[in-house]
């Protein structure tokens, strides 16, 4: 989290948040790359309560996150049920020092526990249940309408982080221009019913937790109207990204194959494959690489960069500009 943004939630904007869910005191960090996310608790119960900058999300792109995963729960998937707070609102509003805002939205936690992508629980049952899970998530929500008070989550094309002349080092213009041309061609593609519509769009294993038996899904901050086939990609990127050293790339495009083949087994349990997606799969990639390339030059300032950070910006800088996707499928 940027660090002036960091420094507007004080103890006084955190008081307000828990006394406006009805909780205790007591509350432990978890995450605060793009939002705050705490462990909280009511009456000795485990909550999560994540908190949201006023510069990264509106209460509008909030209430229309929410609501959608409101749905899927009454469908019965595996996500976190959203809570009220004791005026009865599902996002709650603290104004800062400096006249920004704070959003505040409370959930269930979720059961099970994290799965680390060298874990022993890393494997073609996970996948298998993985795709299963994104499967039903698309099908479901091909029925699901936003009520006509909420504004709809964003298309993919509104991301800012898509402004790549605005987050890229200003003398990197070819890495600019392959990464606009991407665009280009990915807003070529056909888009329907079958095919397109709105998805989680972060579903690594670091926004699930899972039980042996099923993945317990949280973080839809990034939910979006995107191609089904993009959902798809996320899993298979990062789950190469932080498994498989950059240096080893057969052994990166053989663990891939072999993840999509379990993934792909699930998938088709709950949902009808899209068109196109094996083809569409490499530019989703490509895609990934390069919004990710923006949100390391956002979120992490120069002098702020590890030697891990600076390694991971070279290796997706290379892939950016010789147009080449993180693996090989075929």
């Known amino acids: 989290m940027e660090k002036n943004i960091s420094m507007q939630l004080t103890d006084q904007v955190m008081r307000e948040m828990l006394t406006q869910f009805n909780l ?7 995450g605060d790359f793009e939002n705050f996310v705490y462990e909280v608790s009511r009456d000795g119960t485990p909550f999560i309560l994540r908190i949201s900058h006023s510069s990264h999300r509106t209460k ?14 009454e469908k019965s998937l595996p996500v976190p049920q959203v809570l009220e707070s004791k005026s009865r609102e599902k996002v ?28 022993e629980a890393f494997k073609e049952p996970l996948f298998k249940v993985w795709g299963r899970t994104i499967g039903k998530m698309h099908n479901v929500t091909k029925s699901y309408t936003p009520p006509k008070c909420i504004k709809p989550r964003p298309n993919w094309q509104e991301d800012d982080l ?41 579903l690594h294993s670091g926004n699930f937790f899972y ?9 839809f901050d990034d939910s979006v109207y995107h191609w089904f086939a993009s959902d798809m990609a996320i899993p298979v990127y990062y789950s ?47 895609l990934r690489d390069a919004v990710l390339y923006s949100v390391l030059h956002k979120k992490i300032a120069a002098e702020n960069r590890n030697k891990k950070v600076n390694a991971l ?8 500009r010789a147009k080449e996707p993180i693996v090989t499928l075929g």
Not at 313 to 320: A, F, K, Q, S, W
């Open 24 to 30: 205790e005191n007591e509350f432990s960090l978890l």
């Open 60 to 73: 509008e792109n909030l209430i229309s996150e929410l609501d959608w995963v409101g749905y899927l729960f």
């Open 92 to 119: 709650i509003k603290v104004q800062a020092g400096d006249g920004s805002f704070f959003f505040g939205c409370l959930y269930t936690k979720a059961k099970g526990g994290p799965v680390q992508v060298r874990s």
């Open 162 to 202: 898509l402004q790549f002349g605005h987050y890229y080092p200003v003398h990197e213009k070819e890495l600019v221009k392959n990464a606009k041309e991407l665009v280009e061609t990915i807003s070529s593609f056909p888009a329907n019913h079958e095919t397109f519509g709105l998805v989680h769009s972060d």
């Open 211 to 219: 039980d042996r038996k099923q993945i317990h899904v949280f973080d």
């Open 240 to 286: 190469v990204l932080y498994g498989i050293p950059a240096a080893q790339q057969e052994k990166r495009n053989e663990f891939a194959r072999r993840f999509l083949a379990s993934f792909i087994k699930g998938y088709e349990m709950e949902n009808t494959l899209p068109a196109c997606w094996q083809k569409q799969l490499p530019y989703f990639f490509r």
């Open 313 to 320: 910006l070279d290796e997706i800088r290379t892939r950016i």
